[in-house]
């Protein structure tokens, strides 16, 4: 039934025992060729799953909409499948395998009866890249074929790679009844295996993105020696040709796809600066011969939400939809048969089908779109891609950057003082939530690295395997956190952020490069006021030195709270990160 795609009898054991579960009527490898997308698309409109826009105004571009019940990452049915409950850490669902997979084998039997079974080689790097990995996912779901031959590399190509005996992370999904009572997204880090039941949104089928290229590859960088980041990478050319390349984490609703895809103030554009995309959510990290970090962008494309990106926040993100584009649960204008959103423009259109395919006006009192609706887009569209995105070694690394939402407390922008001190800067990052969300302000959620809903294992040895990475590296980027979302007494954001978030970058760069002095304070090194351009911005410098102060009164608080928040990671906690918070005490009672 599978023979002649492959030799790798790894792989056709792992697709017959997919289809002698699920019993599908019939199985289709995926060459990734563009007839067969074709095809795919066009069966897909056929049977309603997909819509076909306008193709004059939205060029390959297609619509599907999810159950309503199933519009998000459900992070109470994602598991970590590990022998040990204590190798999950505290961050983590924890299933035993030995319950686990009994349990989905029983959810998934015959439930591709009448369905075809599609097998997806593909690649999370460039193939042929020794960052690559090879994945097999095998679906029930053509969305979900067609959303991985945009976000990964598929294609035979990936099988030859493989050959007769190489390894690859298995992934099954199966769509079964979108039942949300029996929704599980399991992650077996032990055995490279991902399974999904019951879902049919992206960034739970699309296994290739957070399961396999952050769960799956944290653990497996961990055992390696290599780190899968939740980070953005960008590069900075400055005019004189010199290139600068920057990895940074942000929890959600913290500015990451626009800082990924950052245009310049104007007199720095007139200059001659400019800034590309490498990737928007994920980097691959390894230690070249050179002893600096080498980073690559392991996908191929954005999974990005649509609602409040337009022409202002994001016009890169908004031109990379323009083609060759899936968009899921936005609404549709039956005007041209084109795409809306909230925030694409300031007045709604007078009459939309919405994401649930209902008949809408701005009078309806609800979204139109819904407030996760995605946009999968190919990374070439975007403007600004940088010609490395292909690059099979990557970008060496000058800089990384952390950054959460607080409203005071933490100052616009600081360095760390070494590597473990950066790391310590990492673990503790947070945002506060605000009173319309949660009715208390201020309450921090802790998102350590931006990775604590995917990071595949214990969180203190994730801590540690950052201290052990840092010791591998002669040269190491150095290591700041940024906030751009100080807030007056008011609730005026005090820093105007988006493409101005520039002069940060450049003061930041200036530092790796040690070209400009910082103050020493408390938490790390400060920039004077003086030295953050701020040419061309309605902006004083009083309101600069306002954003830049660290209050020790305050940061002795948080030491408290981070004290507090540390405690759940017990033994596992590296000594290196205890003694920079009790360094963070001391510098706040001098």
Same mark, same amino acid.
């Given at each position: ?22 019993? %599908? ?109 090879? &994945?097999? @996912? ?85 055992? @390696? ?136 006006? %701005? ?133 105007? &952020? ?93």
């Amino acid at each position: 039934m599978t023979q002649g795609y492959t030799e790798n009898q790894k792989v056709l054991d792992f697709v017959n025992a997919s289809a002698e579960l699920a019993q %599908p009527d019939k199985i289709v490898w995926i060459d990734g060729s563009d007839a067969q997308i074709d095809a795919l698309r066009e069966e897909a409109c056929s049977t309603g799953e997909m819509i076909r826009l306008n193709q004059e105004k939205l060029p390959g571009c297609y619509y599907h909409r999810t159950a309503e019940n199933d519009v998000a990452r459900v992070e109470a049915r994602t598991f970590i499948c590990c022998r040990d409950e204590k190798d999950a850490g505290p961050t983590n669902y924890w299933m035993d395998p030995k319950e686990a997979y009994p349990m989905l084998r029983e959810i998934a039997r015959g439930k591709m009866k009448g369905r075809t079974m599609y097998v997806i080689p593909y690649s999370m790097g460039v193939v042929g890249s020794p960052f690559s990995r090879i &994945g097999i @996912e095998v679906t029930d779901s053509i969305y979900v074929v067609l959303n991985m031959c945009i976000m990964t590399r598929v294609g035979f190509n990936c099988l030859e790679a493989l050959g007769k005996d190489g390894d690859f992370v298995k992934g099954f999904h199966a769509k079964c009844d979108i039942d949300p009572e029996k929704r599980y997204i399991m992650h077996f880090p032990e055995d490279d295996t991902i399974i999904s039941v019951n879902s049919g949104y992206g960034g739970n089928v699309l296994l290739g993105k957070k399961c396999f290229a952050l769960r799956i590859a944290s653990y497996l960088g961990r055992k @390696e020696g290599w780190m899968a980041e939740h980070m953005l990478i960008l590069g900075v050319t400055y005019p004189d040709g010199t290139k600068k390349y920057v990895a940074a984490a942000f929890p959600s609703a913290c500015g990451k796809t626009n800082l990924a895809m950052l245009i310049p103030p104007k007199h720095y554009r007139d200059l001659g600066y400019k800034v590309e995309t490498v990737g928007d959510d994920i980097a691959w990290i390894r230690v070249g011969e050179d002893g600096r970090l080498w980073a690559v962008n392991p996908e191929n494309g954005f999974f990005g939400v649509a609602p409040g990106t337009n022409d202002h926040s994001n016009p890169n993100a908004l031109a990379a939809t323009r083609k060759g584009t899936i968009f899921t649960n936005v609404a549709i204008d039956p005007s041209d048969n084109t795409v809306w959103w909230e925030g694409l423009t300031k007045q709604p259109p007078e009459h939309l089908i919405d994401w649930l395919g209902h008949d809408w006006t %701005p009078a309806s009192g609800v979204k139109a779109a819904h407030p996760n609706s995605r946009f999968t887009a190919p990374a070439v569209n975007c403007p600004c891609i940088s010609p490395e995105f292909n690059s099979k070694t990557g970008v060496p690394l000058d800089a990384i950057i952390f950054g959460g939402r607080r409203a005071t407390t933490t100052p616009l922008v600081y360095q760390s003082r070494d590597w473990n001190h950066g790391v310590f800067v990492g673990s503790i990052m947070s945002s506060e939530t605000t009173a319309a969300a949660t009715g208390a302000v201020g309450v921090l959620r802790h998102d350590p690295m931006a990775m604590k809903p995917f990071c595949g294992y214990h969180m203190g040895d994730y801590f540690a395997h950052w201290i052990e990475m840092g010791k591998k590296v002669k040269n190491p980027p150095k290591i700041f956190n940024v906030n751009w979302f100080r807030q007056g007494e008011n609730g005026e954001f005090l820093w105007p &952020g988006f493409g101005d978030n520039m002069r940060v970058l450049d003061w930041i760069l200036k530092r790796c490069d040690d070209k400009i002095e910082a103050q020493e304070t408390a938490i790390g090194y400060v920039p004077y006021a003086k030295d953050i351009d701020i040419e061309g911005l309605d902006y004083s410098v009083e309101t600069l030195e306002k954003i830049l102060y660290v209050d020790k009164e305050r940061w002795s608080k948080e030491a408290d709270e981070i004290a507090e928040f540390y405690k759940q990671f017990g033994d596992k906690l590296p000594q290196e990160l205890k003694d920079n918070l009790a360094t963070l005490k001391a510098n706040c009672e001098k």
